[in-house]
């Protein structure tokens, strides 16, 4: 069983390099921004409330994507027996905290973060060419800015909570994808 966390910021590269990792490992895929966006196109009460805050660029309140989390946990537990990868979880402390517990009550833990680094002027390069070729409404430069100013405000702390339980491991995350995941792949192999 293997569970990691992908992390970086947005535009990062974690969507892509989750898909190739997933390929590899067999891992289940939890993405809390696809639960958020297929929740939105449903049109459910979840989605009418994340609506607002993604399109701000906003987290969406702890509380509500920890309940989420805990529900696709628990929804999943067959499809999830080689592990989890956990894409946009946690983002916040608190969230990482509220994971290591409701693993530990599953008889189990995390066992890397793999964490994307890639300069700031590319991210914002990136967002905005995602926005124009798959029309995601909070990728465009405004909106990107904001989620950068959260991820620096919010979730960069999860790199040094990380890295005091040893768990943290930095990959580059600019150049061609396929050698990015190799490094990846000796990361996680060599665990
Ligand atoms: P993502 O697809 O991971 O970039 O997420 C898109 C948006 O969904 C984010 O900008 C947030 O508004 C919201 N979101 C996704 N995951 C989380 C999370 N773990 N905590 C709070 N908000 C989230």
Known sequence: MLNIIIFGAPGSGKGTQSDKIIENYRLFHISTGDVLRDNIRRGTDLGKTAKGYIDQGQLVPDELIIDILAQVLDENKDKATEGVIFDGFPRTIPQAEALERLLAD??????????????????IQRIVLRGQESGRADDNAETARKR????????????????????????????????????????LDSL
Request: no cysteine; charged share 30%.
């Open 106 to 123: 599953r008889g189990t833990h995390i066992d890397a973060v793999v964490g994307l680094e890639v300069p700031e002027d590319e991210l």
């Open 148 to 187: 950068l100013e959260v991820y620096h405000n919010q979730t960069s702390p999860l790199k040094a909570y990380y890295e005091e339980q040893g768990k943290y491991r930095a990959i580059q995350g600019v150049g061609e994808i396929d050698d990015i995941f190799e490094t990846i792949k000796s990361t």
